[in-house]
């Protein structure tokens, strides 16, 4: 199984900060990573796809990287409505997600 | 465009088994590469997958919770479904269905859409 690992846990920023999260698989998994974003009480919203490929809608503040092992996901200035706990997932083998990582109001 | 929904009981007792439903509408379920996915989320914790299902009847599950669930499909219907047996109190969750799509060995997109989750709370 391959296991997936976020850094940090949590975060406290600010509005128009950059913020970056961290995700590691146990394994390659070439660049098979999604990243979410889900608020309180919704379903989850795919941000990028591929590591890098912003879905449609989504503002171009989000941008995703890496591949094989490494990947992260920046937000390059904050805003109020990105407060939000963002997961990332592999789907190279199996779908399971990383534990996510709260981003929160500091 | 495609919307999922959830429905099923949101009580279900210990020992017993959960059966939901999700209706998919939009579109066909029987379309190009998708597949089609549950996945859970405890109240305050993370997300888990437990499966996926192509319209072929093709299964995949999570490795944990393999033995307890079936995921199927009624192309008739426009609509998959999840059982999972045995459940204990460790089950309540959120329980979420999703698209996603997929090759012969990988997924090349996300999980989306999404229905909006329908909460399962097992206790007697």
């Known amino acids: 199984d391959i296991q997936m690992t976020q850094s940090p846990s949590s975060l406290s920023a600010s509005v128009g900060d950059r913020v970056t999260i961290t995700c590691r698989a146990s394994q390659t998994i070439n660049n098979y990573l999604n990243w979410y974003q889900q608020k309180p009480g919704k379903a989850p919203k795919l941000l990028i796809s591929?590591?890098?490929s912003l879905q449609s809608g989504v503002p171009s503040r989000f941008s995703g990287s890496g591949s094989g092992t490494d990947f992260t996901l920046t937000i390059s200035s904050l805003q109020p409505e990105d407060f939000a706990t963002y997961y990332c997932?592999?789907?190279?083998?199996?779908?399971?997600f990383g534990p996510g990582t709260k981003v929160d109001i500091k | 465009q495609v919307q999922l929904q959830e429905s099923g009981p949101g009580l279900v007792k210990p020992s017993q088994t959960l059966s939901l439903t999700c209706t998919v509408s939009g579109g066909s379920i029987s379309g190009g590469r998708d597949y089609w996915s549950w996945i859970r989320q405890p109240a305050g914790k993370g997300l888990e997958w437990i499966g996926r299902i192509y319209t072929s009847g093709s299964t995949n599950y999570s490795p944990s919770l393999k033995s307890r669930v079936t995921i199927s499909v009624d192309t008739s219907k426009n609509q998959f479904s999840l059982k999972l047996s045995s459940l204990t109190a460790a089950d309540t969750a959120v329980y979420y269905c999703?698209?996603?799509?997929?090759?012969?060995?990988?997924?090349?997109?996300?999980?989306?859409?999404w229905g909006q989750g329908t909460l399962v709370t097992v206790s007697s």
């Open positions: 999703a698209r996603v799509r997929c090759n012969t060995t990988s997924c090349y997109s996300g999980f989306d859409p």
């Open positions: 591929a590591a890098s």
């Open positions: 997932q592999q789907t190279y083998s199996s779908l399971n």
